[in-house]
Nanobody, 125 residues
Framework: QVQLVESGGGLVQAGGSLRLSCAAS????????RAWFRQAPGKEREFVAA????????YYSDSVKGRFTISRDNAKNTVYLQMNSLKPEDTAVYYC??????????????????WGQGTQVTVSS
């Protein structure tokens, strides 16, 4: 059974940092793109960042570019999201996702068939 488990969320003041982790189990995703999405209350889920299977290519939404960094450790089957200079508008439930297409390119429109349960990030002003 495939599972994606996020961790690292919490409450932080504006300007602070958090690092999210997403560990996969049940299969290896070392040859597949991984991504982070988020959903704020009353809003649709939105793309945040994606990373290629090698880690060499990344893609960010304009709202987080320059503040967030996505990375991965294929040996640990884990993807990370380093979030710096956090703003109250970053408050949301953050979800990690995996694209089961081999050697898939990182994209907000990827085929993300696998999802974690989400971790809450709250940024106070």
């Amino acid at each position: 059974q495939v599972q994606l488990v996020e961790s690292g969320g919490g409450l932080v003041q504006a300007g602070g940092s958090l690092r999210l982790s997403c560990a996969a189990s049940g299969r290896t995703f070392s040859m597949y793109a991984r991504a982070w999405f988020r959903q704020a209350p009353g809003k649709e889920r939105e793309f945040v960042a994606a990373i290629s299977w090698t880690g060499g290519t990344t893609y960010y939404s304009d709202s987080v570019k320059g503040r967030f960094t996505i990375s991965r450790d294929n040996a640990k089957n884990t993807v990370y999201l380093q979030m710096n200079s956090l703003k109250p508008e970053d408050t949301a439930v953050y979800y990690c996702a995996a694209d089961p297409t081999k050697f898939s390119a990182p994209s907000p429109k990827g085929r993300y068939d696998y999802w974690g349960q989400g971790t809450q990030v709250t940024v106070s002003s």
